[in-house]
C-alpha cells in the first residue's frame, strides 16, 4: 500500500511531510544511529542515579543465595494486612486548588496516586502533575534539613530563632506566599497578620488567577472564580484559553472530563459540542478545536472587542461597545461566531486563556453574562481565600520597599521568585536590605541560596492539610507517610513564626475543622478523611449584574489600538514542568510535550514562515538538530533552540519557562535554557517589540515525533459529524483503502469468519471459558491527547527513565506512547491524537520471530513478555507492526544502585507488584497483569471458586483509570454485555492495521470532529 | 628399528573417548544435580535471631497456623507475625527465658526482630498465598512437615517445574480448604478426593506465564 493512496495524508514531521534524509534514515534503520554504543556516560549516570530503581541483588539468585530479612510491625495498625494495599483518600494541592486523590499504600509506603472516585471534581481521574507528584516524594534531590546560612541547621534551632526573633511583634515583615487555599492555612495567616501589625502578606504566583479575578472586579464589581461547565455547553468559544492543559488551568481534570463527555458520541443522532480555538501556538486545548483561527496573542484583545462589538448589536449589556469596530470587524469568524453564540444563548462559554490582561477577562464576562451563559454554563462563585488585593501589583511594590529599609524580614512560603520573579524586579539584590531572609521549599533552589534561613518542607504526602477544590469541595489532606526527612509542612512553618512552637499540623487542622463540625465532630471528621471530602457543596455561586464602571472602563479598552506589527514573543508556562517547581522530576521532563513530542528542553516555537523570514532552516525541514536563535527584549537576550510548529500564527514566537535552573537538583539542572529573563512586569504575556536573530549554531533537540512511526499506514481515521450521520461506517477498512480487506474474499471462499493466517493462532474454542478475554477500545474522539496515561502507566509499572541522550536515540520506554498527527497545510493543519499501547494481537507477530518463546499468549488473550526468559534478541521490536515493545538497552533500572547516594528512597517509589527490569530484556504493556490477576484471585475467592471472571468495571488498566477524558475501555469481550463488548460493536470501532490480519485485541473508535460548515 | 610405541598405546585414544565421556556425564549431571534447587535450597536452615521453635509451639502445643500468620486467606503473604502475637503469651509464661530476650527488647523499643527469610522466590515470579490455600493447598504441601522442624528449613525445591507438576496435576495434591492447615494430613483415596475437589472448586491452575511472571 503506498502512502499516496491513503485520504487523508496525515503526517507527524516536518521530516516526513519534507521526505527529508534524515527521517528516511531514522524510519528504515532496524535501531536508531549507535543503537548498540553508550558515549554519554556522565550524564546517563546521572540521570539514572536520580531515576532508576530496583530491589537489589536481583540476577544473582542462581550464583548466592542472598539473605533477605523479613521485619513484622512490633505492633500492627489495624486493617494493614502485608501483601494488600490500602487506599486513603487525601488531595494533591496545585497552587490553590486541591484535586481529590486516593493513595495506594502498601505497609505505609505510598505507591500510586488515582483520583479520587468519590469527589465530584476528580471523578476518579488525575492530571499528569497528580500521577508525577509521588516522585516528587521520593526524589533524592529534595531538600533533607534546615540551613542556616548556608550550613545544616536543624528545625528545633530555627524553633528557637523564630521564638527569639518573632517575639518582637513590631517587626515589619513581608510574607510571600504560593497561593493556598487551606482553611487552616488562611487562620494562620490571619493571625499572623493580626499579631504584627506591620506585616503585609503577598500572594505570588508566576501564572496566577490574578488577571481573571481582576477581570470579574472590572465586570461585576467583584473578584470571582469563574467556572466553565464545559459538559453544559453547546458552543465553546476560547480566547487563547488552554484549558484542558493542567499548566494552564487549575481544573484541568474536571474540565477534561466534561469537555469530553459534551464530545462523547456513541450513536449518529448524539450531539456534540462545538469548539472554536483563537490562539497563537498550537496549544493541546487547541488541537482538538473543531474550528481554530491561528492567531497573534497580541492581535487577540482586538479580536474578542470587535466580536463584542458584533454581539452588542444584538444583546443588551455590551452596549459599551455599540459602533466600535476595529481591523478584525470584517473579519469572516465574526459574523459566524455571533451567529453560533446567539443561537445558543445560555449554552455556550467563552473564555479566555489566564495570562491574558484583565480587561480581556472582564469582557469576556460581560459576554457570558450578555449570553446568558451566566449562571447557566458559566457560574461566577465566591471563594473566601481569594484575596481582595491586587497582588500582583504589590509584589512589585515589595522590592522598593525594601530598597528604602522599610522590611525586616522576608518569610518566602513556597515559592521560588528569585528564579521566577519578572526580570525587572530586583528582587535578588533587594534581599540584601532585610535583617532576615527565610525560606521553605522543598528543594534548596534559587531562592535558599539568597537566604538567611532555609526550611525543608514536607511533601502534601508527609503532612495534614486542608483547603478547597478548584469549585470549592472543601477536603482534608491526609498524610500517607511520616516526613522522610523531617520537612517542616506549610502549617507548622507558619505557626512556628506565630507562636515559636512547632505546634502539630493535625491539631492545628483540626481545630479549624472544629469550626465546620461544631457537633458531633469525630464522627463528621472521620468520615470526611474516609471520603476525601467534605460534602459536594462548592463555592457559593454569586448571581452577578454588570458594575456601573464596567461601561467607562470598556470605552478605556476600546480606545486603546494597539498594532501588532513585527514580531512578537509569547511567553508561557511549561507543558510538563509548569512555572519550573515540576523541573527536577525526571518522569515530567521525559514526557513528550503534547503537541511538539519534545522531551527533557524548552524551544522556541514558531510557523514555518517565520522560521522561513528568518533564515532558520533545520527546524523547517524537521532535523534532530536545530538552529539557536537570540531573542532580545528589553535589552535582555536569550539563546534558544527554534522549532517549527505547524499551526502556528505567524510572526509569533512562543517560548515556556521553567528550565535553566541553577542548583535545584539533578534533574532539573541539566535541561534546557532559562527564558524567565525575558518576562518582564510590562510583559508577562507577550512582548512585541522584540529582536530574534538566527546565531547559526546547532543544539540538538530529544522529540520523540518520528519515534515508533508506523510508514504512513491508515492508522489513524477521522471523520466529521456530518460525514459519520451519512456514512457511520467510514471508519471500516473498506471506506478508508476503498478495497476490500485482504484475504476477506478467500476466508469467504473458504467459509471462515476471518482472513486465514499460516500462523497458528487460538481458536475461539482454545480460549477455556472459564477465563475472562481481556480486550480494550480508544475512543479517539474523546481523547484529548494529555498524556497522563503514559504518566500513570509510568507509575504503576517501574517504567525507568533514560535520559535526554538515550531518549534522543529512540529508546525511550514508555509503554503506551500519544502519536500527534496533522492533516493538512503545513502553515494550519488540524491536530489530532492516538494513543498506542501494545494491541495484544490474537495472531501477534513477536510472537512468531521470538527463538526462546519469552512472548506468547496466555488463555486470557494478553500477549506475555516473560523476562525471566527474553535473551535480548529484539527480533520481537523488529516484526511488531505497532512498534509497542521496548528494549533496555542498558540497565536503565538498576546500574545507579552501586554509586547512587540515596537508592533506598527511590526504591520506594517502585509498585511491589510489578519486575523491574534488567539490562538486555525487552517490555511493553501488560495490559496492567498486576492488576487482572488480584482481580481474579480475589473474584475466585469471593465467589468460592465458582468463577474468576472479575466483574464488568471491577478491574481497570492503569492509564485507563487515569484518563481524565474516559476515552480508554478496557473489559471482557467474552460477556456480551460488558461494556467493553457494547463499546466494541459501535461502527466507530475499527482496528490498527487489519489488513495484516494481526487481529488486535485493542481496538479504536475513529475521532469525529464538528467543524461549522462556514468556514469550511 | 624398535617400535617407538608400546602395544598398549593403541588403546590410549579409546580410553580416552571414554573417560572423556565419563567426565563430560559426570559434570552435566553434576551440574543438572547439584546446581538446582532441590540440592541447593533445599535444607537451607538459616540461624533466625530468635529461636523460636515451631516443633513445639505448632507441634507438641499444636497452636494454628493461622494463630500467628493471620493473612493467609486473605493477602498473597502469609505475614510474619508482629511481636505483639509473641507477647500475647509471653507476657505471661516465660517472662524471664533468655531466649526471649530479643522479643521482650523488640516491644520494648519498638524495633522490628529482623527474621532471615528462608522461602525465598526471585524477584521476577509472584506467588499468593490466599490463592493457594482458598482452594485446598495445604501449607504443608510446600513447607513440608512445620510441626516437626525445630529450625524451619525449606522442605521443597520451590522451582518452577516443581511449581508446575502441582499446576498441572492439582488432584495429586489438594485437600479440602478447612484441612489446609493440617500437618501430616492423609487422604484415604488422594487422586480419587483430589477429582473431586478439582470439579467442584473448579480448580483451574494456569500455566501460562503471567500467571506467575510478570
Keep these: 500500500m503506498s502512502e499516496e493512496t491513503l485520504k487523508p495524508n496525515y503526517w507527524k514531521s516536518l521530516g516526513q511531510l519534507a521526505k527529508n534524509e534524515e527521517y528516511e534514515k531514522f524510519l528504515h534503520r532496524e535501531f536508531p544511529e549507535n543503537g548498540s554504543e553508550l558515549t554519554d556516560d556522565v550524564s546517563r549516570r546521572s540521570f539514572l542515579k536520580v531515576m532508576g530503581a530496583s530491589i537489589a541483588l536481583a540476577g544473582f539468585a542462581a550464583c548466592r543465595r542472598p539473605v533477605q530479612k523479613i521485619l513484622p510491625y512490633t505492633k500492627m495498625p489495624e486493617e494493614v494486612l502485608p501483601g494488600n494495599p490500602l487506599e486513603y483518600a487525601t488531595a494533591f494541592p496545585f497552587m490553590d486548588a486541591l484535586e481529590g486523590i486516593t493513595v495506594e499504600n502498601h505497609v505505609g509506603r505510598p505507591v500510586k496516586i488515582e483520583g479520587n472516585r468519590l469527589h465530584p471534581g476528580s471523578g476518579g481521574k488525575t492530571n499528569i502533575f497528580g500521577q508525577a507528584s509521588i516522585l516528587n516524594l521520593y526524589d533524592p534531590d529534595r531538600s533533607k534539613f534546615v540551613r542556616r546560612d548556608g550550613q545544616r541547621s536543624t528545625v528545633e534551632d530555627f524553633r528557637k530563632f523564630c521564638a527569639d526573633y518573632f517575639s518582637d511583634t513590631g517587626r515589619r515583615i513581608a510574607f510571600v506566599a504560593e497561593a493556598n487555599s487551606s482553611p487552616t492555612y488562611n487562620r494562620l495567616e490571619d493571625q499572623i497578620e493580626e499579631k504584627f501589625p506591620n506585616a503585609q502578606w503577598i500572594t505570588y504566583e508566576p501564572f496566577g488567577e490574578n488577571n481573571a479575578l481582576e477581570g470579574t472586579n472590572i465586570a461585576f464589581g467583584q473578584r470571582l472564580r469563574t467556572i466553565n461547565w464545559f459538559d453544559k455547553a453547546k458552543v465553546i468559544v476560547s480566547f487563547d484559553d488552554d484549558f484542558l492543559n493542567p499548566a494552564s488551568t487549575k481544573n484541568s481534570v474536571e474540565n477534561t472530563r466534561q469537555f469530553a463527555d459534551g464530545r462523547r458520541v456513541m450513536a449518529t443522532e448524539e450531539a456534540m459540542s462545538r469548539f472554536y480555538s483563537i490562539e497563537s501556538t498550537y496549544t493541546l486545548t487547541g488541537s482538538n478545536a473543531d474550528n481554530r483561527l491561528r492567531m497573534k496573542t497580541s492581535d487577540i484583545e482586538q479580536f474578542l472587542y470587535a466580536l463584542a462589538a458584533e454581539l452588542s448589536n444584538s444583546v443588551s449589556g455590551l452596549s459599551a461597545f455599540s459602533g466600535y469596530s476595529n481591523q478584525f470587524s470584517d473579519h469572516e469568524w465574526i459574523p459566524v461566531l455571533t451567529e453560533e453564540l446567539l443561537d445558543n444563548r445560555g449554552d455556550s462559554i467563552v473564555t479566555v486563556g489566564r495570562m491574558h490582561n484583565p480587561d480581556l477577562h472582564a469582557v469576556v464576562s460581560a459576554i457570558n453574562k450578555a449570553l446568558g451563559n451566566a449562571g447557566n454554563t458559566v457560574t461566577y462563585n465566591e471563594a473566601p481565600h481569594l484575596s481582595d488585593r491586587n497582588n500582583q501589583i504589590r509584589f512589585s511594590e515589595l522590592v522598593d520597599e525594601l530598597n528604602n529599609g522599610n522590611i525586616d524580614a522576608v518569610v518566602f512560603v513556597g515559592t521560588n521568585p528569585v528564579f521566577t520573579a519578572p526580570a525587572d524586579i530586583n528582587l535578588e539584590g533587594a534581599l540584601s536590605n532585610a535583617q532576615q531572609v527565610i525560606h521553605l521549599s522543598d528543594y534548596y533552589d534559587e531562592t535558599s541560596s539568597e537566604a538567611n534561613w532555609h526550611v525543608n518542607r514536607a511533601h502534601f504526602l508527609e503532612a495534614w492539610g486542608d483547603g478547597f477544590s478548584y469549585t470549592g469541595i472543601r477536603s482534608i489532606v491526609q498524610p500517607q507517610v511520616r516526613p522522610l526527612y523531617d520537612g517542616v509542612s506549610d502549617i507548622e512553618f507558619l505557626n512556628m513564626i506565630l507562636t515559636g512552637e512547632q505546634g502539630n499540623a493535625y491539631d492545628l487542622v483540626q481545630e479549624t475543622w472544629r469550626s465546620f463540625y461544631p457537633n458531633n465532630f469525630t464522627t463528621q471528621w472521620e468520615q470526611t478523611l474516609h471520603d476525601g471530602l467534605a460534602g459536594e457543596e462548592i463555592f457559593p455561586e454569586v448571581s452577578v449584574s454588570i458594575s456601573g464602571n464596567f461601561n467607562a472602563r470598556a470605552n478605556e479598552f476600546t480606545a486603546k489600538k494597539e498594532s501588532s506589527e513585527g514580531i512578537e514573543l509569547v511567553i508561557r508556562p511549561d507543558d510538563t514542568i509548569f512555572d519550573g517547581r515540576f523541573a527536577n522530576n525526571a518522569w515530567l521532563q521525559e514526557l513528550p510535550k503534547p503537541m511538539t513530542k519534545i522531551t527533557w528542553d524548552n524551544v522556541a516555537l514558531m510557523s514555518k514562515k517565520t522560521a522561513d523570514a528568518l533564515g532558520v532552516e533545520a527546524a523547517g525541514l524537521g532535523k534532530a538538530e536545530v538552529e539557536v536563535v537570540s531573542i532580545t527584549v528589553d535589552g535582555t537576550t536569550v539563546k534558544i533552540p527554534a522549532w517549527v510548529q505547524p499551526g502556528h500564527a505567524d510572526d509569533s514566537i512562543t517560548i515556556t519557562v521553567g528550565y535553566g535552573h541553577e542548583g535545584m537538583g539533578r534533574v532539573a539542572d541539566r535541561a534546557g535554557v532559562n527564558t524567565y529573563p525575558l518576562r518582564t512586569t510590562e510583559h508577562m504575556l507577550y512582548a512585541t517589540d522584540i529582536s530574534v536573530e538566527n546565531t547559526g549554531t546547532l543544539y540538538e533537540i530529544a522529540c520523540t515525533q518520528d519515534h515508533h512511526s508506523v510508514e504512513g499506514r491508515s492508522i489513524l481515521r477521522h471523520a466529521t459529524l456530518q460525514e459519520y450521520r451519512e456514512n457511520p461506517d467510514f471508519s471500516s477498512y473498506f471506506e478508508a483503502y476503498g478495497a476490500d480487506l485482504p484475504g476477506e474474499a478467500y476466508a469467504e471462499e473458504q467459509g471462515a469468519d476471518s482472513p486465514l493466517s499460516i500462523f497458528d493462532a487460538m481458536n475461539e474454542d482454545e480460549y477455556p471459558d472459564y477465563e475472562p478475554q481481556w480486550g480494550m477500545a480508544i475512543d479517539l474522539n474523546t481523547c484529548v491527547g494529555c498524556g497522563t496515561c503514559t504518566l500513570a502507566c509510568q507509575a504503576e509499572n517501574n517504567i525507568p527513565v533514560i535520559g535526554k541522550r538515550e531518549v534522543s536515540r529512540g529508546r525511550e520506554m514508555h509503554w503506551i506512547r500519544t502519536d500527534r498527527y496533522y492533516d493538512g497545510d503545513i502553515a494550519d493543519p488540524i491536530a489530532l491524537h492516538q494513543p498506542v499501547p501494545c494491541m495484544h494481537c490474537e495472531l501477534a507477530p513477536c510472537e512468531q520471530v521470538c527463538p526462546v518463546a519469552a512472548t506468547t499468549h496466555s488463555e486470557d488473550g494478553i500477549n506475555q513478555m516473560t523476562y525471566n526468559r527474553c535473551i535480548g534478541t529484539r527480533y520481537c521490536e523488529n516484526n511488531c507492526p505497532y512498534k509497542v515493545r521496548r528494549f533496555n538497552f542498558f540497565n536503565y533500572s538498576e546500574e545507579f544502585l552501586t554509586d547512587g547516594d540515596d537508592p533506598e528512597i527511590i526504591q520506594m517509589a517502585m509498585n511491589p507488584n510489578v519486575t523491574v527490569r534488567f539490562r538486555g530484556v525487552m517490555e511493553k504493556c501488560t495490559y496492567c497483569v498486576q492488576r487482572v490477576n488480584r482481580a481474579k484471585i480475589n473474584r475466585d475467592i469471593e465467589t468460592d471458586g465458582r468463577t474468576m471472571k472479575p466483574v464488568d468495571g471491577s478491574v481497570h488498566t492503569a492509564c485507563q483509570q487515569a484518563c481524565p477524558a474516559d476515552a480508554i475501555y478496557f473489559g471482557d469481550i467474552s460477556d456480551p454485555d460488558s461494556e467493553i463488548s457494547r463499546v466494541k460493536q459501535n461502527n466507530r470501532n475499527y482496528l490498527m492495521l487489519e489488513e495484516l490480519n494481526t487481529r488486535p485485541r485493542t481496538s479504536y473508535l475513529a475521532e469525529l470532529r464538528n467543524p461549522n460548515p462556514k468556514l469550511a | ?214
Design chain 2, 1 to 214: 628399528m624398535a617400535q617407538i610405541f608400546p602395544k598398549w598405546a593403541d588403546e590410549v585414544p579409546q580410553r580416552l573417548l571414554l573417560g572423556l565421556i565419563i567426565f563430560m556425564t559426570a559434570l552435566v549431571a553434576g551440574i543438572w544435580y547439584y546446581f538446582s534447587p532441590e540440592y541447593k535450597a533445599v535444607g537451607y536452615a538459616p540461624e533466625q535471631p530468635v529461636p523460636y521453635s515451631h516443633q513445639l509451639h505448632a507441634g507438641k502445643l499444636d497452636i494454628d497456623c493461622q494463630y500467628c500468620h493471620t493473612t493467609v486467606f486473605e493477602s498473597q503473604f502469609a505475614t510474619v507475625p508482629p511481636t505483639q502475637t509473641c507477647m500475647n503469651c509471653h507476657a505471661q509464661i516465660a517472662t524471664d527465658s533468655p531466649k526471649l530476650a530479643k522479643v521482650r527488647e523488640s516491644w520494648e523499643t519498638g524495633e522490628p526482630i529482623e527474621w532471615i527469610r528462608v522461602h525465598n522466590l526471585p524477584d521476577y515470579a509472584y506467588f499468593d498465598h490466599a490463592a493457594h490455600v482458598n482452594v485446598g493447598v495445604g501449607c504443608e504441601s510446600c513447607h513440608g512437615r512445620i510441626d516437626k522442624m525445630e529450625v524451619v528449613y525449606q522442605a521443597e525445591p520451590l522451582s518452577m517445574s516443581w511449581c508446575l507438576d502441582c499446576h498441572r496435576n492439582p488432584e495429586k495434591y489438594v485437600r479440602p480448604v478447612d484441612e489446609v492447615t493440617t500437618m501430616g494430613y492423609k487422604a484415604a483415596n488422594q487422586l480419587e478426593l483430589g477429582r473431586k475437589l478439582v470439579a467442584k472448586n473448579n480448580i483451574n491452575p494456569p500455566t501460562y506465564c503471567q500467571t506467575c511472571h510478570y
